[in-house]
């Protein structure tokens, strides 16, 4: 038996053609892996930044000791009041207003975005000591935060602006 031997010793051009061709599905493989791991770890992290939102948010009420305005608040805005004294013990009320605007969560004292890529945000109160805040972000996930805050004082000078 004889077998066939060529002198040219290379790749013939049917070999050539289907390592190309392996090459091209290995990359097409790792291109759609690459682009779930993306996707994945996008709508991952969404999640975590709203619950680094609640976090944060929560911890700023708690260490200011806020108090919920119910009278001056409504679906698309929350006032919340920090009780103060100044220099000669006269109290008075620092307010700061939590709102939605260009897809962004605000607070008033200043710009201070909160949250980003938001589509609404609706507020809603139970009693006079829990708001709650519906957030809808632009990729149609909705997640609802709810904060317990001290009911605001019974006090005539509520209403009085920062001096």
């Known amino acids: 038996m004889k ?7 290379g790749f013939m051009l049917a070999e050539a053609i289907i390592a190309i061709l392996i090459t091209v599905l290995c990359f097409e493989i790792l291109y759609s892996t690459i682009n779930t791991v993306r996707t ?3 709508k991952r992290d969404g999640v975590n930044n709203v619950a680094f939102a609640y976090i944060q948010l929560n911890r700023f009420i708690k260490d200011r000791d806020l ?5 001056h608040s409504d679906v698309k805005r929350a006032i919340l009041k920090q009780k103060k004294k100044d220099e000669e013990n006269k109290v008075y009320y620092e307010t700061y207003s939590f709102y939605e605007r260009k897809g962004q969560l605000r607070m ?3 710009y201070m975005p909160l949250m980003m890529n938001l ?8 009693n006079k000591d829990v708001m709650k805040m519906k957030i809808v972000e632009r990729d149609g996930r909705c997640s609802i935060l709810a904060f ?3 009911e605001m004082e019974k006090d005539q000078r509520a209403d009085e602006p920062k001096k």
């Open 119 to 126: 589509r609404t945000v609706y507020f809603s109160y139970v």
């Open 3 to 9: 077998i066939f031997k060529t002198k040219n010793k």
């Open 148 to 150: 317990k805050l001290k």
């Open 67 to 71: 108090m919920l305005d119910i009278k």
């Open 40 to 42: 994945v770890s996008h």
């Open 108 to 110: 008033s004292q200043g």
